[in-house]
């Protein structure tokens, strides 16, 4: 397993970063796997996600690798999968979060992001014909369960966005790490800006996750994977 994971680790990345917005969030913790609950995949905090959304990531993300010419093996389909369904999960715990801080994401904000879709423009303009027929034929949804997918989506990057503006890099902090990297300060002024946002990437992981591990001890997350690949 660990040679497989060297092998694809980043292609992986690449296919779950191409669907999702970056999930900087490990350790997500332990799932109830419970019963049947209606066609859903997981619950997560009473709000259900359907199979069917899960399906249409997974289909989308192996069709990814056959794009590029990689072999869809029965252990790169089941950790396809398991990342799918990790960041689903995520994104509903994200988005759950911003909804109780207070958070919205406006019509329009989704109206504008829909309209300068490539895939849903014609001649250069949006086209409600080219974006009904792609929101069918790519992901099997309705335009209004697309734009709701999309909302929730955005709802949880503005959760990440307010963590993000909540991590501070001291000038005394930047220094110091630079010294540790290069055994002096020759260069520094110059490289001050690329250091500092690494710490500030590095602290952001980090509280990230520990906000993460703090949001799955009070949301049950009820998992119904098994269930539905066996087809009950």
């Known amino acids: 397993m660990i ?42 905090g009473g709000e259900k996600i359907p199979y069917q959304s899960f399906l249409n990531q997974v289909n989308r993300a192996m069709n990814g690798f056959k794009d590029s010419n990689t072999e869809v093996n029965e252990a790169l389909a089941r950790t396809i999968k398991q990342e799918v369904f990790r960041e689903m999960v995520i994104e509903e715990l994200l988005s759950q979060q911003a909804s109780d801080l207070g958070m919205r994401v406006p019509d329009f904000e989704v109206a504008v992001e829909v309209q300068n879709t490539e895939a849903f423009r014609e001649n250069g303009a949006f086209s409600p014909r080219a974006y009904y027929q792609a929101v069918y034929n790519e992901f099997q949804m309705s335009p209004s369960e697309y734009e709701a997918w999309r909302k929730k989506a955005r709802l949880a990057s503005k959760f990440k966005q307010f963590v993000y503006t909540s991590v501070k890099v001291t000038p005394e902090e930047a220094a110091a790490y630079y010294m540790a990297k290069n055994k002096s300060l020759k260069g520094f002024e110059k490289e001050r800006a690329k250091y500092t946002d690494e710490i500030a990437r590095d602290k952001f992981a980090n509280l990230a996750n520990y906000l993460l591990r703090q949001l799955t001890t009070r949301q049950e997350i009820k998992s119904y994977l098994e269930q539905r690949e066996q087809g009950r």
């Not at 092998?7 to 913790?29: A, D, E, M, Q, W």
């Open 3 to 44: 040679s497989f994971f060297s092998k694809y680790r980043r292609i992986v990345f690449l296919i779950t970063v191409s669907i999702f917005l970056v999930g900087v969030f490990v350790g997500l913790g332990a799932y109830v796997f419970t019963g049947d609950s209606m066609g859903a995949v997981a619950d997560v």
